[in-house]
């Protein structure tokens, strides 16, 4: 047995594996949906964070980004000289919708045949507790070289709030490799893709639907706008190919609405298109978004319509090398763990780390407990085996990629 195989085995013998199923309960049971008007925020699941984060003697810095919604930060530091890894997770889920439903209580967290349930047991409350638990270990093990830094965070299902403060207040300084923790089905996910949302607003002439030659249809222009981006989609589809593990570039329209009262004889005076692009490797958002606009420039013209462009949401693709140490240390604990050969994977969404990739310039693994297409769905689960096997891995992952000897 190698000197790091020893001091691996050592560590994750200190694994607390009953806690860490009775932490993902815990936190599956703080409703941390962002719905003040019911009187929910992350709050509720920062304070079990808390809770624990004392019962294990941490530190940790509470920062108010919004009214209600903190960012929780523990800094673990091994005593000795070395890099710092990230371990990145956030405390925010979808909402449940209709409770009636599901077939278990939605933050209930009860376990039957081996399954976890409620929402945020996947994504990502499991992720949460295991690496937190997956740092315990490690440090219960004895001084290691460096420090493991836990940004558990908010608004990562919306505007992503948390993880911009986070960056913004300098705490990515330093870091030299995160793992983010969403769920991805034991895939090791180097990659991910960008996503760009868009909302197009279009100022037409109302006329009556008898005289269309009196008015300016915005509907008509956004017909065109659809049109072309189809064919812009294609552009791209056939530029870049079809990403091994990412699949392909997309420009999708998700809604469209004109007037207020639609009437069947009436030609509105405005339209509002909105779209969500998904980006892979390669693609150079601010050369997209210009053709875009330059599109809308043509119809404008041609149509005598007026449009506005507003990017919601602006964020890339994501591709850390597969030998990068932080992938390899990912990938060598899950093959030591499980005995299996790792299979690299991409994101098929967005995470925090398309923030912390871009903004920050960390390279950024994607690999937590959970399936890769469950999040966001009624009976939202996760795998006790996978649990604990996952909180392993990151102790595993620690381990090689602070070099920890024995």
Request: net charge negative; proline share 7%.
């Amino acid at each position: 047995m190698s000197p790091s195989s020893r001091s691996t085995h050592s560590r994750r013998s200190s694994l607390d594996r009953d806690g860490v199923i009775s932490l993902t309960q815990r936190l599956v049971r703080a409703p941390s949906v962002n719905q003040p008007e019911l009187g929910r925020s992350e709050a509720s699941a920062v304070a079990v964070v808390v809770e624990q984060a004392a019962e294990f003697g941490w530190e940790v810095q509470l920062e108010e980004v919004a009214p209600g919604r903190p960012n929780a930060i523990v800094r673990i530091d091994g005593g000795l000289p070395g890099p710092c890894l990230l371990f990145e997770g956030h405390t925010d889920v979808v909402t449940e919708g209709d409770a009636t439903a599901w077939t278990y209580d939605p933050f209930g967290a009860e376990i039957e045949d081996g399954k976890l349930y409620g929402r945020g047991s996947a994504d990502m409350k499991g992720g949460v507790a295991a690496f937190m638990h997956a740092a315990r270990a490690v440090e219960l093990g004895g001084p290691f070289p460096g420090t493991v830094m836990l940004a558990i965070l908010c608004d990562e299902e919306e505007m992503m709030i948390g993880v911009h403060d986070f960056v913004a207040k300098g705490h990515a300084e330093g870091v030299a490799g995160a793992i983010v923790c969403e769920p991805e089905g034991g895939e090791v996910c180097n990659t991910q893709k960008g996503a760009i949302r868009l909302r197009i607003d279009i100022t037409g002439t109302m006329a009556h639907g008898a005289m269309p030659h009196q008015g300016r249809n915005p509907i008509s222009a956004a017909s065109s706008f659809i049109a072309q981006a189809q064919q812009i989609e294609a552009d791209l589809q056939r530029a870049h190919g079809d990403h091994p593990q990412l699949g392909l570039a997309y420009l999708t329209p998700t809604h469209i609405s004109a007037g207020t009262l639609p009437q069947l004889n009436v030609i509105p005076g405005e339209s509002i298109l909105t779209y969500d692009i998904r980006t892979i490797p390669g693609i150079d958002h601010a050369v997209l978004l210009q053709r875009l606009r330059d599109t809308a420039t043509e119809i404008e013209e041609a149509l005598g319509v007026g449009i506005t462009f507003t990017i919601i949401v602006d964020r890339p693709p994501t591709d850390t090398p597969i030998d990068h140490p932080v992938v390899t240390a990912v990938a060598q604990a899950h093959a030591a763990v499980t005995g299996e050969e790792p299979v690299y994977g991409g994101v098929p969404g967005t995470t925090d780390g398309t923030i912390l990739w871009r903004d920050a310039g960390l390279p950024v693994v994607v690999y937590g407990p959970g399936g890769k297409w469950i999040a966001h769905q009624r009976d939202e689960f996760v795998e006790v085996d996978e649990l604990v096997r996952c909180a392993e891995v990151y102790v595993e992952a620690i381990v090689r990629f602070l070099e920890i000897p024995s």
